[in-house]
T-cell receptor, first 114, second 113 residues
């Protein structure tokens, strides 16, 4: 069975500082990996994905993520946080099989202080 | 290119009632997945429809059922509602069972009283 772990319930960072939101995964074979962001009372908004290729993936709003196969991690990063980045972030994984589905972590709340 | 549209945005039902939630897929997408997101939790997979057939199901009882129509829009039906069914229900559409990614709708907030 596939799974995702987001070990931090909340990450606090000051505006202008770099941020990292951690994610590790477990899946059979090679993974598809995703990051989504959710604002209050809203659906999920796509940030970035890793399917194949470069381990450093660049996404929306200045976010990027680094795929590390040996550590089975896919941490989300941003060089300089904005207050408007404050939201709930979800990491998700699926396998390559056509019948594989998306499995989410429990989410990490990012709070960026002015 | 239109995104994923869900309706209604909010509704309140009484325990024991039945509810139908609707989802219009993004143009060109032939796969729809449904997720339940309880308060403070990550989305949990309910089921997936590909070309009008269910081809994957999560750990949800049979009173959760669905349909996908020829235009690839979809419905989620829940019978005999329970208080624990209160959640945000998210629909996601994709091309070819999720290859390349998923587009999510804004969700339907269901409250069971």
């Amino acid at each position: 069975a596939q799974s995702v772990a987001q070990p931090e319930d909340q990450v606090n960072v000051a505006e202008g500082n770099p941020l990292t939101v951690k994610c590790t995964y477990s899946v059979s074979g090679n993974p598809y990996l995703f990051w989504y962001v959710q604002y209050p009372n809203r659906g999920l908004q796509f940030l970035l994905k890793y399917i194949t290729g470069d381990n450093l993936v660049k996404g929306s709003y200045g976010f990027e993520a680094e795929f590390n196969k040996s550590q089975t991690s896919f941490h989300l990063k941003k060089p300089s946080a904005l207050v408007s980045d404050s939201a709930l972030y979800f990491c998700a994984v699926r396998g390559l099989s056509g019948y594989s589905t998306l499995t989410f972590g429990k989410g990490t709340m990012l709070l960026v202080s002015p | 290119e239109t995104g994923v549209t869900q309706s209604p945005t909010h509704l309140i039902k009484t325990r024991g009632q039945q509810v139908t939630l609707r989802c219009s897929s993004q143009s060109g997408h032939n796969t729809v997945s449904w997720y339940q997101q309880a308060l403070g939790q990550g989305p949990q997979f309910i089921f997936q429809y590909y070309r009008e057939e269910e081809n994957g199901r999560g750990n949800f009882p049979p009173r959760f059922s669905g349909l996908q129509f020829p235009n690839y829009s979809s419905e989620l039906n829940v019978n005999a509602l329970e208080l624990d069914d209160s959640a945000l229900y998210l629909c996601a559409s994709s091309l070819e069972q999720g290859v390349g990614g998923y587009t999510f709708g804004s969700g339907t907030r269901l409250t069971v009283v």
